[in-house]
């Protein structure tokens, strides 16, 4: 089955810890994305990438690092200069070289921190 | 940059229809998106409208675009209890940009 996955689904760490999310997609698409969802506040943007080993600020890039070394993973890491990093977490990904820049989710993740 | 507006909740009925509405500020969009999200899950994709067509219909849904007012709506017929989501409205950006805009998303809650 093609598709994205997430891991973990939950996820509970104390506050002042760094956490990596996972995000892994065997669509072999191109770009992957990084957003937070906030109740009442839709998707904001965190960080983007459209190619293996190149990666871009979104809107609310401070306190979160990615990496993109496979085009298949595009891990998030939530670290502890992120000043509110309860939220969920959804990662999304499309292929640049379509007929729409239409973007495939997957299930999220959920981080509490305590 | 590019900002989405929709109304945050929707109250219908079993079995009327549901109109969800979304405003959007970017005119050179190319596509517009609906997506459904179900409650602690990733986004679906719905349908999608290409920025020069009026109307799309697809099964239960009908998506209408005014491109003059920017005005975009989704229409579920025949809503079921299986319909009850919240539902984002999303454009796109500038040509080789591959980045969606969000709205906030619309809380629709089917009522027997």
């Known amino acids: 089955d093609g598709g994205i996955t997430q891991s973990p689904k939950y996820l509970f760490r104390k506050e002042g810890q760094n956490v990596t999310l996972s995000c892994e997609q065997n669509?072999?698409?191109?770009?992957m994305y990084w957003y937070r969802q906030d109740p009442g506040q839709g998707l904001r943007l965190i960080y983007y990438?459209?190619?293996?080993?190149?990666?871009q600020k979104g809107d609310i890039a401070e306190g979160y690092s990615v990496s993109r070394e496979k085009k298949e993973s595009f891990p998030l890491t939530v670290t502890s200069a992120q000043k509110n990093p309860t939220a969920f977490y959804l990662c999304?990904?499309?292929?640049?070289?379509?007929?729409?820049?239409?973007?495939?989710f997957g299930p999220g993740t959920r981080l509490t921190v305590l | 940059g590019e900002d989405v507006e929709q109304s945050l909740f929707l109250s219908v009925r079993e079995g009327d229809s549901s109109v969800i509405n979304c405003t959007y500020t970017?005119?050179?969009?190319?596509?517009l998106y609906w997506y459904k999200q179900e409650p602690g899950a990733g986004l679906q994709l719905l349908t999608y409208?290409?920025?020069?067509?009026d109307m799309k219909q697809d099964q239960r849904l009908t998506v209408l675009l005014n491109k003059k007012d920017k005005h975009l709506s989704l229409r579920i017929a025949d809503t079921q209890t299986g319909d009850s989501a919240i539902y984002f409205c999303?454009?796109?950006?500038?040509?080789?940009?591959?980045?969606?805009?969000f709205g906030a998303g619309t809380t629709v809650t089917v009522r027997a």
């Open positions: 999304a990904s499309t292929i640049t070289s379509g007929l729409t820049d239409t973007q495939y």
């Open positions: 669509l072999n698409h191109d770009a």
């Open positions: 990438s459209q190619i293996v080993n190149d990666f």
């Open positions: 970017d005119s050179s969009s190319t596509y």
């Open positions: 409208i290409f920025s020069n067509m």
């Open positions: 999303a454009e796109s950006g500038p040509l080789n940009d591959y980045k969606l805009s």
